[in-house]
């Protein structure tokens, strides 16, 4: 079973470049190593792997949440092309729950909208329990989306937590309707 050391930016306090350039190759090769299996051991690898859905979560976050330092291209591309192999195949593994998903899409739509679109397709197609969880996921965004104006408005004084929560939540249905319409 392939080992995901933990994801750590590039601007982690007290990580060299050499040191961090070593787990970037890391990273890499783990991930070149499990795109790279015949399908029957990709399935089998992808199903119970314990430390890659922790570290595409790490890589993800990451991605989202510093925009001024995003995460390096290439590793970016191969979750990327992890993603792209795993809506071709049918596969029950944690990669493929909605709140991945939606850190899937978020992270990729506006880059790649027609394969983002093509991959929650056939992702999506492949599980009806996935369908509903996106149905649930995207009613429950609009409905938030409908009271957001009584919050706002109601809301004495207006924080940045409060308008970072808003965007937040209207970036996420964006995303899911963009990739999924």
């Known amino acids: ?9 590039a601007s ?14 890391s990273w890499i090769f783990s991930l070149t190593e499990l795109l ?15 430390s890659l859905p922790s570290f595409i979560d790490q ?23 992890l993603y792209l192999k795993l809506s071709s195949v049918s596969v029950t593994t944690e ?25 929650m397709m056939d992702t999506i197609n492949s599980s009806e329990t ?6 649930l996921t995207i009613g429950s965004l609009i409905d938030s989306v409908q009271s957001m104006p009584n919050l706002l408005f109601n809301t004495k004084p207006m924080t940045i937590d409060i308008l ?3 965007y937040v939540l209207v970036r996420v249905l964006d995303a899911l309707l963009s990739s999924t319409i």
């Open 1 to 9: 079973m392939l080992e995901f050391i933990p994801f750590i930016p």
């Open 12 to 25: 982690t306090p007290g990580i060299s470049k050499t040191l961090w350039q070593t787990a970037l190759n």
């Open 36 to 50: 790279n299996m015949p399908q029957d051991m990709f399935m089998k690898e992808v199903s119970s792997n314990t």
């Open 59 to 81: 890589v993800l976050n990451e991605q989202m949440n510093n925009e001024s330092q995003p995460v390096d291209t290439n590793l970016i591309k191969y979750i990327f092309l």
């Open 95 to 119: 990669l493929l729950d909605i709140a991945r998903l939606c850190s899937f899409v978020i992270v990729y739509s506006e880059s790649n909208i027609e394969q983002v679109r093509r991959i």
């Open 130 to 135: 996935l369908e509903q969880s996106l149905i």
């Open 164 to 166: 970072d929560r808003a």
